[in-house]
């Protein structure tokens, strides 16, 4: 299984500034026949379900507010954060989806 | 607007069979571009991929549940089932229903999801 490696476990961040979150795979999920990494980012707030957020590792589902990006290739990933709004208090998965069983990360708990 | 409703009992004693259903509304889950699958997520923990089916009847279960995981699917109902069965404590999670969408190679991402059922294993 590939495993999905989160960091930090939680982080505070002020409103307005930046928060970066790290996902590192246990192997690369570059795919090398169409040169995509095979990673997506979630946002779960209190007593809701996940909500994508970014696939492809960098592509920014409809709606998702443009503040939210995401980059890293092979093994390394980020998400990005910038200006921090209240809204975004939530905890965020990074997932792989290169091979079954497709595994999460045990997740980062954002707060203000 | 797709939306998956998850349905099934809230308690299950321990060794017997969990049963949910998620029923599937606002599009065909006989869309040829996604499986439809099941998530869950124990009590203040992360997340676990418990498998996927295709309209077909074509399935992909999580290696580390397969032996106790059926995965099927309706299509005249538009809706999915999972059973667990020989269920114990450490089975007690949000079971969430998701669409899992199909990318080249295999399957992707999960969305949207529905909203989750707590299933609570205890005697």
């Known amino acids: 299984d590939i495993v999905m490696t989160q960091s930090p476990d939680s982080l505070a961040v002020s409103l307005g500034e930046r928060a970066t979150i790290n996902c590192k795979s246990s192997q690369s999920v570059l795919y090398s026949s169409n040169n995509k990494n095979y990673l997506t980012w979630y946002q779960q707030k209190p007593g809701q379900p996940p909500k994508l957020l970014i696939y492809?590792?960098?592509t920014r589902e409809s709606g998702v507010p443009d503040r939210f990006s995401g980059s890293g290739s092979g093994t390394d990933f980020t998400l990005t954060i910038t200006s921090l709004q209240a809204e975004d208090v939530a905890v965020y998965y990074c997932?792989?989806?290169?091979?079954?069983?497709?595994?999460f990360g045990q997740g980062t708990k954002l707060e203000i | 607007q797709l939306q998956l409703q998850e349905s099934g009992p809230g308690l299950v004693k321990p060794s017997e069979t969990l049963s949910l259903t998620c029923i599937v509304s606002?599009?065909?889950?006989?869309?040829?571009?996604?499986?439809w699958g099941w998530i869950r997520q124990p009590p203040g923990k992360g997340l676990e991929s418990i498998g996927s089916i295709y309209y077909s009847g074509s399935t992909y279960y999580n290696p580390s549940l397969k032996s106790r995981v059926i995965i099927s699917v309706d299509t005249s109902k538009n809706q999915i089932s999972l059973k667990l069965r020989s269920v114990t404590a450490a089975d007690t999670a949000v079971y969430f229903c998701v669409r899992h969408h199909v990318v080249p190679a295999g399957l992707g991402w999960f969305d949207p999801w529905g909203q989750g059922t707590l299933v609570t294993v205890s005697s």
């Open positions: 492809w590792a960098s």
């Open positions: 606002g599009g065909s889950i006989s869309s040829s571009s996604y499986y």
């Open positions: 997932q792989q989806y290169y091979s079954p069983p497709y595994t």
